[in-house]
């Protein structure tokens, strides 16, 4: 069964604190893995990643996949607080459907 | 350019009445996507459409759920009877023609509570 899971699940953190966000797969015919912000409610693209090692970067947000080990990470530094959100990590499986994680819910206190 | 535009944002119901949702995608985009996030978990398909064409459903519990696009445009999600479980965010997202799998454009969904 294809599935995708994150953790930890929720996180508080102060402002300025850096923070890293896990997320491993398992899904048949990888191609590959997805990052979502979720504010309030529709989540908004973050980064694909479909090789290992390769890091994409957007300012304070970054994110590498390990195909090897199956799993990938979004990391962000120095946080604010419009940081705060669920962090969603997913996989298009071998029939097109996405499959999302859980989430991460992050909180940065000021 | 508007986004994707649900609505309503909140409903709340008594459980066996009947429910719609709509949703109305960016203009231009040909797929369309309902669904559902239940708290603390991530969205969950319900159904895609192409155009007019629903290619993937099986996700759909069809007993209470339909959906349909008829012009290929709008959309509307309908649950009937509503039960407690079926509390939860219904997500519509969009897509344009040939884009990638992951350009999903999401709406802010219609907050669902059964009473």
């Known amino acids: 069964e294809d599935k995708v899971v994150q953790s930890p699940l929720s996180l508080v953190v102060h402002e300025g604190d850096t923070v890293t966000l896990n997320c491993s797969y398992e899904?048949?015919?990888?191609?590959?893995l997805l990052w979502y912000k979720q504010e309030k409610k529709a989540p908004t693209f973050l980064f694909m990643l479909?090789?290992?090692?390769i890091e994409k970067k957007s300012g304070r947000l970054s994110s590498i996949l390990d195909k090897k080990e199956l799993f990938s990470i979004l990391n962000i530094t120095a946080t604010q607080t419009g940081d705060s959100a669920i962090y969603l990590c997913?996989?298009?499986?071998?029939?097109?459907?996405?499959?999302f994680g859980k989430g991460t819910r992050l909180h940065i206190l000021p | 350019e508007a986004g994707v535009v649900q609505s309503p944002r909140y409903k709340i119901i008594e459980k066996k009445q009947p429910v719609a949702f709509w949703c109305n995608p960016i203009s231009g985009h040909n797929t369309l996507y309902w669904y559902l996030q239940n708290l603390g978990q991530g969205p969950e398909l319900l159904i895609r459409?192409?155009?007019?064409?629903?290619?993937?459903d099986s996700q759909l519990p069809k007993d209470r759920f339909s959906a349909e696009r008829l012009k290929g445009v709008d959309s509307t999600l309908k649950i009937q009877p509503a039960e407690l479980g079926d509390s939860a965010v219904y997500l519509c997202a969009s897509s344009p023609p040939q884009a990638p799998l992951w350009e999903q454009y999401f709406g802010p969904g219609t907050r669902l509570t059964v009473t």
């Open positions: 899904v048949t015919n990888f191609r590959s």
């Open positions: 459409y192409e155009n007019e064409e629903a290619v993937d």
């Open positions: 997913a996989v298009p499986n071998r029939d097109d459907k996405i499959i």
């Open positions: 479909t090789s290992s090692g």
